[in-house]
């Protein structure tokens, strides 16, 4: 067979609609061969699955790639929908004039929405269809937090969804991709049947270790076969509020109709059999400070890990909530590790002043639920100055360069606080903390503004059973009755608890 040419399009966006809008500037771009350069680099700065797909690909023997874009924004509010409209234009002119093309790989979220549309990820599936032809295989890889729309689903041969929370799995379904791809090619027809089970589960309750989700992830795996060629369960990412949003089961088989739709409709009854388990408690505020100050005093227990919900980056928290910060510093915690907080405007002040000077320390937060949306802290001193860029060194982004912007260690008292200034982060490596002079061990509570990712690198430092989920408030708390959800489909659980449904695929 001749050196098969694949398409290489990515687009990435989590957008919470309570988050601000993420425009242009915000995005990080890539075009042409810049991002062949990163995926065959050991240390890509794009997304893990390009990276797995590209080396799959290379060891199958030779192929052209042709790299359109890759648009990512991580996660954030809905996109400035001029500009992803834009982009999708740019898309579709570049592979039009690279055709024929054998083939298409699109990285994706799968959960972005624009000021102006709830759906971008199907309009831009759909003009990759158009535009190469709809008899040339697209493959796709997405977040298991991706809202799937019938339109993603009619114009993607098939699509590829992690299977782990917290995500771990990038490369290897970069790998499936491939593979998948190459089957196409030598000739495999797939057939997909997919069904949306009326569930919006919070969050919290979609790690896959162990729990609800994890079971039905692991069963799904156990009917992969000589027909069954991928299952993925996307449980979707609620704070998007869309007409899509929804338990996805997605079953693609080797052109088998009748055996997708059988375990589609098998999977679909189980999720919602087991809806009851989705519902998740959280921590109380007044319980998880009290078991920090109790960390503080009592060294002989083991260390405690806060995951601030209201505030969760991951999901297009603003990373400066202060609900956690204020009530710790009100109860006088000690050992306190506050992983991030953003705040360029306070970093500017810790700059111009130095290291070692005592001040007064004005935390300015997010609004929400707020009157006062500042924190003030006497006698702060800065403890360390930085200049933003560190190496991830340990987990599933290990290699991958961040650039938070200048950033300031701030003593309060007991309390230590990292401010960053670019843009908020997810957690500080353990590698960057240990070089700003803060031995891991030593702190007796972290505080982290993440839901679940962290456990990927922090099981290391803290039992799971220390890591406590605090229910802040916030635009990323999963309390999702807490909400005003205008385009999710009702009824969905557990938003509403009390309606039946029965399953059926089209
Ligand atoms: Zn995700």
Redesign the pocket.
Known sequence: MKQPKIAIVGMFL?SNRYAAVVSKEKFHKTYGDNIIEDARSPSPKLLKEGQGFFEQMDAAGAWQPVPISMIIGGAGGPADDTFIREEIDKVRLALTSQLPLDGVYILN?GAMTTTEQGDPDGLLYETVKDAVGASIPIVTTI???ANISQRMVDNANVIVA?RT?P?IDQFECGKEAADILLEILAGMQPVVRNIRVPIVPPNVSLLTDNGPYGDLIDYGQSKIDQEILNVSIVAG?AYGDTADNGLHIIVTSRNNAEAAQALCLQLAEMAWAMKERFLWDLVPIEQAVASAVASGIDHSTQPILLADLGDNI?AGGPGNTLWLIESLHQAGAQGVFIGSFFDPTLVALASDIGIGANFTAVFHGDTWERSDATFVAENAVVKYLHPGKFNITSGPLKGMLVNAGPMCLLDLGGIVVLVTSRRPIVWPDPALIESMGIGISSIRTLVLKCRSNYRAVFNAYFDTDRMIEVDTPGRTSPVLSRHDWTCIPRPSYPIDLEFDWQPSTG
Do not use: I, Q, R
């Open positions: 989590e979220h977040d298991l937090h992690y929370d995500h990412f991951g």
